[in-house]
């Protein structure tokens, strides 16, 4: 099991706080919102008993859930950190907690993005499979959503046999140890972001190249325009989660690998592209508003 230490050391000039102002107040303008418009959303969902039922709307279910969960849990601890210079709680077990936290919420949220395209991939072109096989592929999809995050971060933030030294005045703490062993940091990487973010690329490119080849092919137009508008109601969640996390990917694996503190890219992400996945955190209502805009406005 792992023991903790705390270490201060003077790494103002790697996140200046006028960057982390800025960063302040445009999550604080961003927060209050996307509560307001996830609340409407768990409203129309506990209103209208036939969108919470249909099947393609559960990715959309589970998304706004665990976004919700992260913007008025995890998230407030990140706004006082900017606010503050430091971590909420100096304590040790505190930045064990907050890291969990962050890693489970954001492994969970792309894991279900990913799973959420690969059904929608299968409701569009092998919807009788699907139904078939909807109670395996629904379990399987629950242990990798849920299950894989927490007890990968249960054993690497709590059970991991090494020592922490945290550091209050970077984010995170400056991150749990386990994350000093090259396997662990890459391995965590794969498991948590990277491969989910490669499904939710890949799938959502070859799905969008699919259906509109399937427009030149197909004389039932009624049917192509059912499926394009099933893409499209996931596709625009799919590219938020792009544009704001594979900046944020990409240059922490650059700032890993070449461990330069100086380079322009190590700068960008300890100043801001590590807050990028926030804005897909509030975001993601908005988006999920609009792609259920039809569903939620028809009856009105």
């Known amino acids: 099991m792992s023991s903790s230490a705390n270490t201060t050391v003077d790494t103002a000039s790697l996140s200046p706080p006028q960057s982390r102002i800025i960063v302040f107040i445009i999550l604080i303008?961003?927060?209050i919102p996307s509560v307001i418009c996830s609340l409407y959303l768990f409203y129309q969902f506990i209103q209208r008993p036939e969108m919470r039922r249909r099947d393609t709307n559960?990715?959309?279910?589970?998304?706004?859930?665990?976004?919700?969960?992260?913007?008025?849990?995890?998230?407030?601890?990140?706004?006082?950190f900017l606010y503050t210079n430091q971590a909420a709680i100096l304590k040790p077990i505190f930045c064990q907690w907050w890291a969990f936290l962050s890693a489970i919420l954001y492994g969970t949220g792309l894991w279900i993005m990913a799973m959420?395209?690969?059904?929608?991939?299968?409701?569009?072109?092998?919807?009788?499979?699907?139904?078939k096989y909807r109670i395996h592929f629904r379990s399987i999809s629950l242990m990798i959503c849920f299950i894989l995050p927490i007890g990968l971060y249960i054993f690497l933030v709590f059970l991991f046999p090494c020592t922490n030294h945290f550091i209050y005045i970077i984010f995170w703490c400056a991150a749990p140890c386990y994350m000093t062993q090259s396997f662990w940091q890459v391995f965590s990487w794969l498991i948590d972001n990277g491969i989910p973010m490669c499904?939710?690329?890949?799938?959502?490119?070859?799905?969008?190249?699919?259906?509109?080849?399937?427009k030149y092919r197909m004389q039932q137009i009624n049917m192509w325009s059912k499926n394009a508008r099933m893409l499209f109601q996931l596709m625009s969640v799919a590219i938020l989660y792009a544009v704001c996390w594979l900046p944020f990917l990409v240059s922490g694996q650059i700032m890993s690998y070449t461990q330069d503190l100086s380079s322009?890219?190590?700068m960008l992400y300890l100043e801001y592209f590590v807050y990028l996945p926030y804005i897909s955190v509030t975001l993601c209502p908005f988006v999920c508003l609009f792609s259920l805009s039809k569903e939620i406005f028809r009856r009105q």
């Open 58 to 80: 559960l990715v959309f279910i589970c998304l706004i859930i665990i976004n919700f969960l992260q913007a008025t849990g995890e998230l407030p601890l990140t706004l006082t």
């Open 29 to 31: 303008i961003l927060l």
């Open 264 to 266: 322009t890219a190590t």
């Open 199 to 214: 499904i939710i690329v890949i799938v959502n490119i070859f799905l969008l190249t699919k259906v509109l080849c399937q």
């Open 116 to 131: 959420g395209s690969i059904e929608r991939y299968l409701f569009i072109f092998h919807s009788h499979a699907l139904k």
